[in-house]
C-alpha cells in the first residue's frame, strides 16, 4: 500500500446522486487495529475446530438475514456508490443464493481425499489457515465481499474486511446481518484502515493470508507486503476483457449481451465488456444497433428501481474517465453517442460508444471504469483472437458465435482466467473467477476459493 504519512484522517462518503456528504468516519486507531486484530484472531481459535454442520447451518442463517434485509442494503449501496437499487437487490439475493451453494456443495470441498500409496494409508486434508484480511472495492459491497467471505469461513477460517471508505456504511450494515445471523463475534469484522495501518496488519504474524480486489497498483502494493512476509494472497486485479462478436453471430442477441455486459453497474465491473470486437462483415450493423440500444438506457435516480444506469460512485473516478475518453479521441477515435459528464450535482457520465479504436489508444490499453464503450473492428476471427490477447490484462471475455464447438475451440486460444460464449461475463459460485497477467493470480470460488486458504496438509501413514 501506499504509506504516506499524508493520508485522510476519516473516510468521507457522498451520495454520488444528490452529491451531499452523507458520512465521515474517521480510520481506525492503532488501538482499535490492535482490537480488530484480537477479536479477528481469537474468533480463529474457536472457529477452526467447530464441525462443517454447524458451519453450514451458518451459511443458511446468513443467507435468510440478508433477505430478510435486501431492501436496506441495496438503498445504502444505491446512496454510497451509485448502484441502481434493482440491481442492488439482485446482488443481495445471488449473495444468499452463493450461502445456499456453499452449504449445500463445500462441505464436499473439505472432505479429506484418500491418496493411493501401495500397503500405506495416505490421504489429503483440508485444514484452516488463519485470518485472512481482505482488501475490498466498492463496486459490490455485499457480493463482492461475500463471495470471498463464505467460503473462507466455511474452511475454518477468520475473515477481517478492510473495506472501500466509500462504502463504509453498506459493510457495517453487511456486518450487522452477518452478527444477527449468528456469526460468532470477531469471526466477520469490519475495520476502517488506512493504508499505514493495513500495512501493519498484512505484517502483524496473527493474520494468516491476504486478498484483494482492485486496481493493479494496491495488488502489486499488497502482494509485495504479503510476500515480505511470506503470506498467502489472492488478487484479483483490473480487467480490459474483449467481447468478441464473430461473422456468424447472432447480432440481435450479441448487442443485447453488449449492453448488460458494458454497462450494468455504470460499467463499473472488471469483468465488464470493455472492448467490443466486431468482425468487419458485421460491423456496421452491429455499431449501428448497439448505439441505438444504449441511446435507450434509462440513467437516472439509483433508488428509481427502473434506472438501469446510475451516478458514478465517485466524482474523482468520473473526471478520470473523462480524461481517458478524450485521450483516445486525440488519439483519433470516434465519439458515436455520449462522450461527456452530465450536468448538475448528480455524478453522471453519459452511456458513451467510442468508434475506430485500434491497438495503442487510450481506452484499448487502458482500463476505463464506467459507462463507456469501445469498438474494434476485426479483419477476421484469427485476427479478433489477436487483438482480444493484446493486453496487459487477462480477466474475462465473451465470444459470440452460433457455431459453438468452434467457439469453444478458440476460447482456448483466449488469454484470460474466464471466456463466456453468447453471454456476457458474469461471476458464479459453481465456476472459479480470476485472471492472469496483470489481472492478478489465484481463484475465488467454487472449490478453488474454499481450498485457497487452507493448509493442504499430507498425512502419511507407513504400514
Not at 4 to 28: D, K, L
Not at 202 to 221: C, E, F, K, Q, Y
Not at 370 to 393: T, Y
Not at 436 to 441: D, N
Amino acid at each position: 500500500m501506499n504509506t504516506a504519512t499524508n493520508t485522510p484522517a476519516s473516510a468521507v462518503t457522498r451520495n454520488p446522486f444528490t452529491g451531499e456528504v452523507t458520512q465521515q468516519m474517521p480510520f481506525a486507531t492503532a488501538a482499535e487495529v490492535e482490537t480488530a486484530l484480537e477479536k479477528t484472531a481469537g474468533a480463529f481459535k474457536g472457529w477452526r475446530v467447530s464441525d462443517l454442520e454447524k458451519r453450514t447451518r451458518l451459511l443458511l442463517n446468513i443467507a435468510g438475514g440478508l433477505r430478510q434485509q435486501a431492501r436496506a442494503l441495496a438503498e445504502s449501496m444505491a446512496d454510497e456508490m451509485g448502484k441502481p437499487v434493482s440491481q442492488g437487490l439482485a446482488e443481495v439475493e445471488k449473495s444468499a443464493s452463493l450461502c445456499e451453494w456453499y452449504a449445500g456443495n463445500g462441505p464436499a470441498f473439505l472432505a479429506d481425499e484418500p491418496v493411493q500409496a501401495g500397503e500405506n494409508k495416505a490421504f489429503v486434508q483440508y485444514l484452516p489457515l488463519g485470518p485472512v484480511l481482505a482488501v475490498m472495492p466498492w463496486n459490490f459491497p455485499v457480493w463482492q465481499v461475500l463471495r470471498g467471505a463464505i467460503p473462507i469461513i466455511l474452511a475454518g477460517n477468520s475473515y477481517l474486511l478492510k473495506p472501500a471508505p466509500n462504502v463504509m456504511g453498506s459493510s457495517l450494515l453487511l456486518q450487522s446481518v452477518l452478527l444477527k445471523a449468528g456469526v460468532p463475534d470477531g469471526l466477520f469484522h469490519v475495520v476502517n484502515a488506512d493504508n499505514d495501518s493495513v500495512a501493519k496488519i498484512i505484517n502483524d504474524p496473527r493474520i494468516a493470508a491476504v486478498t484483494l480486489t482492485g486496481s493493479v497498483r494496491a495488488g502489486a502494493a499488497v502482494a509485495g507486503l504479503a510476500g515480505a512476509a511470506i503470506k498467502k494472497s489472492v488478487l484479483e486485479l483490473g480487467g480490459a476483457d474483449a467481447f468478441i462478436v464473430l461473422a456468424d453471430a447472432d447480432i440481435d442477441a450479441a448487442v443485447k449481451g453488449a449492453v448488460i455486459g458494458r454497462f450494468s453497474n455504470s460499467g463499473q465491473i472488471c469483468i465488464a465488456a470493455k472492448r467490443i470486437i466486431v468482425e468487419e462483415s458485421v460491423f456496421a450493423e452491429f455499431r449501428d444497433k448497439f448505439v441505438e440500444a444504449v441511446r435507450a438506457i434509462k440513467v437516472g435516480d439509483p433508488r428509481d428501481e427502473s434506472t438501469f444506469v446510475g451516478p458514478m460512485a465517485r466524482y474523482d473516478l468520473r473526471d478520470e474517465l473523462h480524461a481517458q475518453v478524450e485521450a483516445t479521441l486525440a488519439e483519433g477515435a470516434e465519439c458515436l453517442l455520449g462522450g461527456h459528464a452530465l450536468p448538475g450535482e448528480a455524478n453522471f457520465y453519459a452511456p458513451t460508444v467510442l468508434s475506430n479504436v485500434r491497438p495503442g489508444m487510450t481506452s484499448f490499453t487502458q482500463e476505463l471504469f464506467g459507462p463507456v464503450a469501445s469498438l474494434i473492428v476485426a479483419k477476421d476471427a484469427d485476427h479478433a483472437i489477436e487483438l482480444a490477447n493484446d493486453s496487459a490484462f487477462g480477466l474475462g471475455g465473451s465470444l459470440w458465435s452460433r457455431d459453438t464447438e468452434r467457439a469453444t475451440r478458440l476460447a482456448a486460444q483466449i488469454e484470460t482466467g474466464g471466456v463466456f460464449i453468447n453471454s456476457p461475463s458474469f461471476s458464479d459460485p459453481r465456476v472459479p473467477i480470476g485472471g492472469v497477467k496483470q489481472s492478478g493470480f489465484g481463484r475465488e470460488l467454487s472449490h478453488f476459493g474454499v481450498r485457497e486458504f487452507t493448509n493442504v496438509q499430507t498425512v502419511w501413514q507407513a504400514s
